[in-house]
């Protein structure tokens, strides 16, 4: 296979997908490699015995407007579906018993889970200045502005429920970029967040609704509809050795699909895979400058898919249940899919997800099935509730690089992919090692990259 193309990507995640769609809607020419034998990267639905599980995962936050924005732009073809209303409720365990987070002022004063004297400090907050460390670690940003408690029970099993990873050693500007920005912009995370709701917004910006979102029947539905929408015959999949060359005019990327060697020519190259592929795909790039960009920690994750016929446990009327670090559990939390999403589960039954491991715990990934099995039964029954662990669908999913950690190497690493793109125009780095792990992040920055292409003069390519 021998073919000249405008614009090349590599990966067929979420992000792959959401370019090569907005490319076809721009008429740009372009081909989609993949390793796998199949698109959607860690995005996968299974449905099992009346269960529709994720493999990857299972919600994102609908935080940024291109995700409405993209479904409208499906038109139809697969409907978001937001979280039930009925279950805002979040869970965060302290001392063994579940604590609803707060959610207003009043809550806030009566939870157990802050101490006094930071409820106290919590009044003076939008006084302080801000920091001026633009390095600063998310620990040091919350224990600085809310104190010790706030950190312990809201903010970092809200950062193992996301990154599975360390407040400490997280960049608040590159983890958490809009918190920084409540900081850096207004002065207060409080005063910030009050002074934002109140701020007008146009119609785009109000289709970031901040709502929990999946798809009716699974993930996999968005991807297939990518995937079809895009047209199916512009993927190459198993493609495996995947180089990239850079020339006078086109980049030259060479693989092979079986024993089948195969050429591509493009102008432009988007690359969307993880930052630890990037070696072996980009071998023109020295050593020392592909070291800043791959050096990044990525957090080992367990997920486990637990189905119930009939659910006997404790009562379901939340989002789920986050686990701190300090409470030295063998799980980060349960999410309660069944109650969050419709369909998921038989009539009666429940579904959840639990998941282990994170960069605190990294030798849990290293356990065994029925190591995981045991030690999930243990603590999901002390927690939900269950008096006998009989579940009717039990299923572990391993990602040994599950989630990039944005720390302190993020200035390297993105000074390098600048200097990198602005050496060998056409080249974009992209994916998640940069610009934000979530669903919503990986949409908007699919969109953009469309974009960026599509503002490129166009010019004839002979094939």
């Known amino acids: ?139 040091k940003m919350v224990k600085r502005r809310m104190g010790e408690s706030f950190l312990d029970f809201a903010v970092d099993p809200f950062i193992l429920g996301v990154y599975a990873g360390d407040p400490a050693a997280l960049v608040t500007k590159y983890a958490l970029p809009k918190l920084y920005n409540l900081e850096q912009n207004y002065g207060s995370f409080i005063g910030g967040a009050f002074k934002k709701k109140f701020e007008k917004k146009d119609h785009i910006e109000k289709k970031a609704t901040k709502k929990v979102f999946s798809v009716r029947g699974g993930l996999s539905n968005l991807t297939e509809n990518l995937y079809r929408s895009a047209g199916k015959s512009r993927f190459l999949l198993k493609v495996e050795d995947i180089t990239i060359i850079p020339g006078d005019d086109f980049f030259v990327i060479k693989g092979y699909i079986e024993d089948e060697k195969i050429t591509i020519r493009a102008r432009n190259v988007i690359t969307t895979t993880g930052s630890y592929t990037l070696p072996g795909m980009l071998p023109f790039v020295p050593p020392g400058v592909m070291e800043r960009i791959e050096k990044m920690h990525h957090a080992p994750v367990i997920q486990i898919g637990i189905g119930f016929d009939k659910w006997q446990g404790r009562k379901l009327d939340g989002f789920g249940g ?7 559990r063998d799980i980060l939390g349960v999410l309660f899919i069944s109650s969050l999403l419709s369909g998921r589960a038989p009539s009666g039954g429940a579904l959840l997800s639990v998941f282990a491991g994170g960069t605190r715990r990294p030798g849990i990934f290293e356990k065994s099935d029925s190591e995981i099995e045991s030690l999930v039964e243990k603590e999901f029954c002390s927690l939900m509730e269950v008096k006998e662990f009989n579940p009717s669908m039990f299923r572990i999913f391993r990602y040994r690089c599950a989630i990039p950690q944005y720390g302190r190497e993020s200035v390297q690493k993105l000074e390098a992919l600048e200097m990198l793109q602005k050496r060998y125009k056409g080249l974009i780095i992209a994916g998640n090692l940069r610009d934000g792990i979530g669903m919503a992040d990986r949409i908007k920055q699919g969109r953009q990259l469309a974009e960026k292409i599509n503002l490129q003069p166009r010019h004839k390519i002979e094939k």
């Open 322 to 328: 986050l686990i701190p670090y300090r409470e030295k």
């Open 1 to 139: 296979m021998d073919k000249t193309v405008h614009t090349a990507v590599i990966g067929a995640g979420l992000t792959g997908l959401t370019t090569a769609f907005y490319l076809e809607k721009e008429n740009i020419d372009f081909v989609v490699l993949e390793k796998e034998d199949r698109i959607g990267g860690v995005i996968r639905t299974r449905s099992e015995n009346g269960f529709i599980v994720e493999e990857g995962p299972n919600t994102g936050v609908l935080k940024e407007p291109e995700v409405a924005m993209l479904f409208d732009d499906l038109d139809g073809t697969c409907t978001c579906e937001t979280a039930s209303e009925k279950v805002k409720k979040r869970y965060i365990l302290k001392n063994g018993k579940w604590q609803p987070l707060p959610m207003n002022p009043i809550q806030a004063v009566k939870t157990p889970l802050f101490t006094g004297k930071d409820k106290f400090r919590l009044l003076g907050e939008p006084f302080q200045r801000k920091g001026d460390d633009p390095l600063e670690t998310l620990d």
